[in-house]
C-alpha cells in the first residue's frame, strides 16, 4: 500500500506570535517549526498501516528549503521517502493545487493529512484536493481501519460519530485519536538522513489570496476572583463587563 | 576577509546544533513531557529508581547511544551523546545521571576495551535497555585513591574469584551487569588492577545497602558486594593488570558526560529563572527589571555559554579521536561549579517560592552538587589538569 502524507510546517504551539514589515509578515525569528500536530496523527497512522499491510509511506510538503529539517523529522518517524514542492505555501488552494499535481503523478491508494494546520486552521486542504481530483475526501477522520480495497472510518459529526466505508483511493484529514503520535528514535534519526528527499518545482497554480495584514486578539484582562456566596456580583460582571449574558 | 576555512572553523567552534542533534533534542523533549514530567517529583520522594524508563530509553537508542549498529546501538558521536544527556537533564537531571552511567561506564567500558566475544555477548543487550548496565570502581575506603582498593580477584583454574565491596555504585542493585576493577597485583601499582565483567545472578554477588541521597535521588546508588563469587577466565576484559589504566580512559569519556549533565541542569536553572523573573513582580514591575536580578541573568547566561563551550569543544575533540585527558576534567570541572552556582542563584531568584517543591529549581539545587563530586570530585579534576601542565 502506497501511502501519502501531508505535512505541515507550523510554529510550535508555545510560539510567541508577533509579525512584521507593517503586519504583513509572521516574525519567525526564534520560532521552533513543528510538524502540524494532526498531522503528526495522520503520519502515525500510516507507519502503523504501513506496519500492518506493507508498502511504502511518502511524505508531501509543500514549503521552501527550511521545511526540510521537519520533512527529515518524519522520514526519522518512519516515512520511507519525502518530496517536497518548492514553493511558499500561500494559501489552501495553491497547496492543494500543489497536492493534486503530486497525487497525479504518484500511485497512491491513500491520501492522510491533518484535519487542518495550525498556523492559519484553514482545514480546506483535503476538500479541496478531493475536489481537484474527483476523490472522496473525508474529516475529520477519527479511526481509520483498511481492509482489502475498503476502509472502515469514524468521524466526529455534530451531536454524535459517522461510520463511513469507502474504497480506496481517498483523501482523509485525521485528528485524534486515530493514532498516537510517534517519538522518533536514534535509529529513525540516523537513517532519517539517508532516506531520498527528492525537491521538486510547483506546477503553475493561481494564488487567490493576498494578505493585507495580521492582528494580535486583543490581550486578556486580568482575572477577577469573585466570593462564591456574591452570586449577584458575579452575573452583574457577566452582563455588564464581559458581555456574555 | 575571512575565508571559507575560517567561517567553516567559526561555524564548528559556534558548536550550533546540528540536524540530527536537535531532532534529538526534540525527541527528548517529546518523551519526557509524556514518560518523566509527570512522575518525577513521585519519583525523587520515593527515591524510585524507574526502571521501565530505562527499557523505554532503550527503545529510543539512548541507552547505547555511542556503540555501532552493529551491536544494535544507535552509532552517533559524542557531540549527539552530548546533547541527548543535556535534554535528558533539563527535564531530570537523575535519569540524565543513570543514562549517563550506563553509556559512559559500563556500556562505555566493553566497548573500548571488551573483546569481540565479549562485545557480541553484552553490547546489543546494553545498547537495547535490555540489560541495565553497573561500573565498579569506588570502594568505601578508596575513591580516587584507586591504587589502595581492597577489592581483590584471583586466578583459580578456569574462572576468577571476587572478594570485597565497591560502593556509590550507580545500578548496583537493578544494574543485570557490572564492570568491576579488582586488585590483581600490588597495593599501589597502577598495574596490579584488573577489570571484569560481572552478571546478576552469579553466586557470590549481591547488591547491598541502597544509598538514601540529597539529590539525583530516582537514580539508584548502591554498595555491590562480591563473596567468593566466581566468574568464567573470559570475563577478564584486555590483560590482567590493565584494569586502572583502561578505567581512566572511560573516565576521559565519562567526564564530558558528566559536563553535559552539569549543562542540562545549568541550562534548566536558567531556563526557569529566567521566565521566573519576567513573570514575578514586585513594586509593580517584574523582578528582571532590578539590576539587581538582571546581573544575576547575566552572570549565570556568561557562565552557562563558557560551561557549553568547554563541554562541545570536549565532544568535538574526543569524536575526533583526539586525547582529551585534559579538556574532559577541565569541562567537568568548570561545568559541574557552574551548574551549582546557577542553581543556587536560580533559588535565590525564585525566593521563597524557590526553597518549596511547587518549582522545579530546588530539584536542581540538590542534585547539581553530585556533579561536583561523582566521577572524580572538581578537587581530582583540577589535579588532572595540573599535571598535565606541569609534565
Given amino acids: ?245 | 576577509m575571512t575565508t571559507a576555512t575560517q567561517e567553516i572553523q567559526a561555524e564548528s567552534m559556534l558548536f550550533k546544533l546540528n540536524e540530527n542533534q536537535q531532532m534529538i533534542a526534540q525527541m527528548i523533549r517529546d518523551f519526557g513531557k509524556r514518560e518523566i514530567e509527570p512522575y518525577r517529583k513521585q519519583w525523587d520522594d520515593d527515591q524510585y529508581f524507574p526502571i521501565e524508563v530505562f527499557k523505554q530509553l532503550g527503545e529510543l537508542g539512548l541507552m547505547g547511544v555511542l556503540v555501532p549498529d552493529t551491536y544494535n546501538g544507535s552509532g552517533f558521536g559524542y557531540k549527539e551523546y552530548v546533547t541527548a544527556i543535556v535534554e535528558l537533564a533539563k527535564i531530570d537531571p537523575a535519569v540524565g545521571l543513570s543514562m549517563a552511567a550506563h553509556n559512559s561506564l559500563c556500556t562505555g567500558h566493553i566497548l573500548q576495551h571488551g573483546s569481540e566475544e565479549q562485545k557480541q555477548k553484552y553490547l546489543p543487550k546494553l545498547a537495547t535497555g535490555e540489560w541495565i548496565g553497573a561500573w565498579g570502581l569506588t570502594e568505601p575506603n578508596t575513591g580516587s585513591d584507586a591504587g589502595n582498593m581492597k577489592t581483590v580477584a584471583v586466578a583459580d583454574g578456569d574462572s576468577w574469584v571476587i572478594n570485597g565491596a565497591k560502593n556509590f555504585i550507580t545500578h548496583g542493585i537493578s544494574g543485570d551487569v557490572a564492570v568491576v576493577i579488582a586488585r590483581t597485583g600490588e597495593v599501589g601499582d597502577s598495574h596490579g588492577m584488573s577489570a571484569f565483567i560481572v552478571e546478576r545472578g552469579t553466586p557470590g554477588f549481591k547488591g547491598g545497602r541502597k544509598e538514601d541521597k540529597l539529590g539525583m535521588r530516582c537514580s539508584e546508588t548502591s554498595e555491590m558486594i562480591f563473596t567468593d563469587c566466581r566468574i568464567p577466565k573470559e570475563n577478564l576484559i584486555g590483560e590482567v593488570g590493565e584494569g586502572f589504566i583502561q578505567s581512566m580512559k572511560v573516565l576521559d569519556g565519562g567526564r564530558i558526560s558528566i559536563a553535559a549533565l552539569s549543562l542540562g541542569i545549568a541550562q534548566g536553572a536558567y531556563d526557569a529563572s529566567l521566565q521566573y523573573s519576567k513573570e514575578r513582580h514586585q513594586f509593580n514591575k517584574p523582578i528582571a527589571s532590578f539590576q539587581a536580578i538582571a546581573f544575576k541573568l547575566a552572570d549565570m547566561a556568561t557562565k552557562l555559554e563558557a560551561a557549553k563551550l568547554m563541554t562541545f569543544k570536549a565532544a568535538d575533540m574526543k569524536d575526533k579521536g583526539m586525547n582529551v585527558n585534559v579538556e574532559s576534567a577541565m569541562a567537568k570541572y568548570y561545568a559541574s561549579e557552574a551548574s551549582v552556582e546557577l542553581s543556587t542563584e536560580a533559588i535565590q531568584i525564585f525566593g521563597g517560592y524557590g526553597y518549596t517543591k511547587d518549582y522545579p529549581v530546588e530539584k536542581y539545587y540538590r542534585d547539581s552538587k553530585l556533579c561536583t563530586i561523582g566521577e572524580g570530585t572538581s578537587e581530582i579534576q583540577k589535579l588532572v589538569i595540573s599535571r598535565a601542565l606541569l609534565k
Wanted: glycine residues 8%; negative net charge; charged residues 25%.
Fill in chain 1, 1 to 245: 500500500m502506497n501511502i501519502l502524507v501531508c505535512i505541515t510546517h507550523v510554529p510550535d504551539t508555545t510560539s510567541r506570535i508577533s509579525f512584521t514589515d507593517n503586519n504583513t509578515k509572521f516574525d519567525t525569528s526564534g520560532v521552533q517549526f513543528i510538524i502540524g500536530p494532526y498531522d503528526d496523527y495522520a503520519l502515525a497512522r500510516a507507519v502503523e498501516l504501513k506496519e500492518a499491510n506493507g508498502g511504502e509511506v511518502t511524505v508531501l510538503n509543500v514549503g521552501p528549503a527550511d521545511t526540510e529539517p521537519t520533512i527529515r523529522k518524519a522520514l526519522a518517524i518512519g516515512a520511507d521517502k519525502a518530496i517536497r514542492v518548492n514553493a511558499e505555501p500561500v494559501d489552501s488552494f495553491y497547496v492543494a493545487q500543489q497536492i493534486a499535481a503530486v497525487i497525479k503523478n504518484g500511485n497512491y491508494d491513500l491520501i492522510l493529512m491533518g484535519r487542518e494546520s495550525i498556523d492559519f486552521n484553514g482545514g480546506m486542504v483535503h476538500g479541496m484536493v478531493g475536489e481537484l481530483l474527483n476523490l472522496p475526501a473525508f474529516s475529520p477522520v477519527m479511526k481509520l481501519e483498511i481492509e482489502g480495497d475498503t476502509a472502515k472510518m469514524s468521524r466526529e459529526i455534530e451531536g454524535g460519530k459517522e461510520f463511513i466505508e469507502a474504497k480506496l483511493p481517498f483523501i482523509a484529514g485525521c485528528q485524534e485519536p486515530i493514532a498516537e503520535w510517534k517519538i522518533p528514535n536514534m535509529r529513525g534519526i540516523m537513517s532519517a538522513r539517508k532516506k531520498p528527499l527528492e525537491v521538486i518545482e510547483p506546477t503553475d497554480s493561481v494564488k487567490n489570496t493576498e494578505v493585507s495584514s495580521y492582528e494580535l486578539p486583543p490581550a486578556k484582562g486580568d482575572v477577577k476572583m469573585i466570593s462564591k456566596d456574591n452570586v449577584e456580583e458575579l452575573v452583574k460582571l457577566l452582563k455588564e463587563e464581559a458581555k456574555v449574558l
